[in-house]
């Protein structure tokens, strides 16, 4: 879920633009009053305000700090990752839905935040979208991501949860988590932790074709019952060792236990399979960290976008 900081126009193309607080968002058009606006596909501008805080971080004391709008950005919000997310990603704010259409833009002419400051980060952070549903945004309105394109699984492993009907805290946090950044979830399901039965449910999942990707939770450490890895590994088709590595690699900036965690993460036909951990906190920490990189892995799984750039920015 996002917040929106700054609603911004310019009356013309290559200055920066200025907060207005509230704007009227029409169909195949963009952004009543903005410069940019017309019926092509970069129609309304977005940049995350996390990346915009970032940018001001650097700049030296002393110097004079960049306002919202100073990037060409019609709208700033806080809270959305946007350059993370594939082409075709949808965001809702009030009633205005918008459809990613580009992320970046190649600059000729550098604009004016450039030239003052000798940088523009919307190049690689800003995104481009087009209006598929009209009306008015204001400064405090939330902002949610409809759809990102893809299906996923959630798969929790646990006895307690299983047989003695535990609540499922931690495959909560896993669908609530992918919910947030647009994923539809196709399959949760709560299995013992057996490694037969968590193999017919991959095969089942990946062989049908029910989900881009899978999350498991649990059955990753020591415990002589933990057999999430194992049961993975026998069903996998090729080893993706780098997710997993980086995932321990983040954790271990914040517990030295990691070190302990046993997950891998392997594909299986056009299905992506992760472990995460047991623990509902160590499963968000490990999502804030993966989630953001993950739309290209599946892109590429998927033959929607290619190894060098992934996305066109012209």
Request: hydrophobic share 35%; aromatic share 6%; with cysteine.
């Amino acid at each position: 879920m996002g917040k929106v900081i700054a609603v911004c126009t310019s009356e013309k193309k290559g200055t920066e633009k200025r907060n207005v607080n509230e704007g009227n968002f029409i169909v195949d058009f963009g952004l009543e009053g903005d410069a940019h606006a017309g019926k092509w596909h970069r129609q309304v501008s977005l940049l995350s305000l996390e990346k915009f805080n970032a940018f001001n971080a650097k700049i030296e004391k002393g110097e004079e700090k960049v306002i919202p709008g100073a990037f060409g950005e019609n709208l700033l919000v806080e809270g959305i990752h946007f350059a993370s997310l594939p082409i075709g990603t949808e965001f809702q704010c009030n009633d205005v839905i918008l459809r990613l259409t580009q992320i970046g833009k190649e600059c000729h002419s550098h604009c004016e935040i450039f030239h003052r400051v000798g940088e523009c980060i919307m190049p690689k952070q800003g995104v481009f979208t087009e209006v598929v549903k009209g009306g008015r945004i204001k400064v405090g309105d939330t902002m949610s991501i409809l759809r990102n394109g893809y299906r996923a699984a959630v798969i929790t492993l646990s006895d307690s949860g299983f047989y003695e009907g535990k609540k499922d805290i931690s495959g909560t946090v896993l669908e609530n988590e992918l919910k947030s950044q647009g994923y539809e979830i196709t399959n949760k399901i709560i299995l013992p932790d057996e490694k037969e039965r968590l193999k017919e449910e991959y095969i089942r999942i990946c062989d049908e074709n029910q989900a881009d990707i899978i999350f498991t939770t649990g059955g990753t450490g020591l415990s002589p019952r933990d057999q999430t890895p194992e049961a993975t590994l026998e069903i996998a088709e090729r080893n993706v060792p780098g997710i997993a590595e980086a995932i321990r690699a983040n954790s271990m900036l914040i517990t030295n236990r990691a070190m302990f965690s046993r997950g891998v993460a392997v594909t299986r036909g056009k299905t992506l399979i992760i472990n995460l951990p047991g623990s509902p906190k160590a499963v968000k920490e490990c999502l804030d960290f993966v989630l953001p990189e993950l739309w290209h892995a599946l892109g590429i799984l998927l033959e929607k976008e290619n190894n060098c750039a992934g996305v066109k920015r012209n």
